[in-house]
């Protein structure tokens, strides 16, 4: 089955331009989460998305960066007037959780990513 | 200072040698356990996955957690060139809806 895809896989811009990358999750799963991998970087949580609950937007940096999930499924992730330190990879993931919204296991899937540079 | 550390590395070793990689964390909460590899230019895939303390062995990997040291490792015994990757640990609290604090990754390269 399909994976979890992402969309452009590469982006470059020019400082100030505003961006939007898209997640298309698996089939099924109500869970859906932001990264970004920064040079020399962990992953870095940005956003998480379950149900129709009100996302978890502890991990955004600024408030130029913004996501929203249409019908419980793909997600954009929108970055305006961008700076160069934005420049990374931007990695988006999905899972599984049940009804209750609780899991005991929680696997991440994710995609393969886009990277953003900012020139 | 980070909630989780991990040595970036890299790391160098021959073919067929045990590889150790670690974590430390600062979090009690942390109750679920990951480790995930990450090929060049590809997202993270899940290698193992423990819950609270203890071991986790699957095939040449095997997958330890201290909780009273706020210490995880990971052991790849026979390594081979195809392990060659990005080696990243993660850790979840319960009631964080998933959220999963990562390591920076140590960089492994398994030579022939």
């Known amino acids: 089955g399909a994976g979890v895809s992402q969309s452009p896989s590469n982006k470059v811009t020019e400082k100030g331009k505003d961006v939007e990358l898209r997640c298309d999750p698996i089939s099924g799963h109500t869970a859906l989460y932001w990264y970004r991998q920064s040079l020399g970087q962990g992953l870095e949580f940005l956003i998480y998305?379950?149900?129709?609950?009100?996302?978890?937007k502890s991990g955004l940096p600024s408030d130029r960066f913004s996501a929203e999930r249409t019908g419980g499924s793909v997600s954009t992730l929108t970055i305006q007037r961008t700076q160069q330190e934005d420049s990374a990879v931007y990695l988006c993931?999905?899972?599984?959780?049940?009804?209750?919204?609780?899991?005991?296991?929680?696997?991440?899937?994710f995609g393969p990513g886009t990277r953003l540079t900012v020139l | 200072q980070k909630e989780v550390e991990q040595d970036p590395g890299p790391l160098s070793v021959p073919e067929g040698a045990i590889v150790s990689l670690n974590c430390t964390y600062s979090n009690s909460a942390f109750q679920y356990f990951m480790w995930y590899r990450q090929y060049s230019r590809k997202g993270p895939e899940l290698l193992m996955y423990t819950y609270s303390s203890g071991n986790k062995e699957d095939g040449r990997f095997t997958a330890q957690v201290d909780k009273s040291s706020k210490y995880i490792s990971l052991f790849i015994r026979d390594s081979q060139p195809s392990d060659s990757a990005t080696y990243l640990c993660?850790?979840?609290?319960?009631?964080?809806?998933?959220?999963?604090?990562f390591g920076q990754g140590t960089e492994l390269s398994v030579k022939p």
């Open positions: 998305f379950q149900g129709n609950s009100a996302p978890d």
């Open positions: 993931a999905s899972s599984f959780k049940d009804k209750s919204g609780s899991s005991l296991y929680n696997e991440q899937f």
């Open positions: 993660a850790m979840s609290a319960d009631n964080q809806g998933g959220k999963l604090i």
